[in-house]
């Protein structure tokens, strides 16, 4: 691998590095849009569960009213 560096130009060299860093930037970006896409997922989620809680409490309550 190092003698292939040896023969290059440094522009060569650096267009290599750019091309690489571009690439790391693309799947930092995709990376980030999947971790925003979980965390919206992971908010919305939490509403539904307070939903269900707040639904499941409701209707404990108006049993527990029935039964006086």
């Keep these: 691998m190092i003698e292939k560096f040896a023969f290059k130009t440094t522009s060569s060299v650096f267009f290599e590095l750019n091309f690489f860093m571009d690439k790391t930037k693309e799947q930092l970006e995709k990376l980030r849009e999947v971790a925003e896409a979980s965390l919206t997922k992971t908010d919305e989620l939490?509403?539904?569960?307070?939903?269900?809680?707040?639904?499941?409490?409701?209707?404990?309550?108006?049993?527990l009213l029935k039964k006086k």
């Design 46 to 63: 939490q509403k539904v569960l307070a939903q269900i809680e707040a639904l499941m409490s409701r209707e404990e309550s108006k049993t």
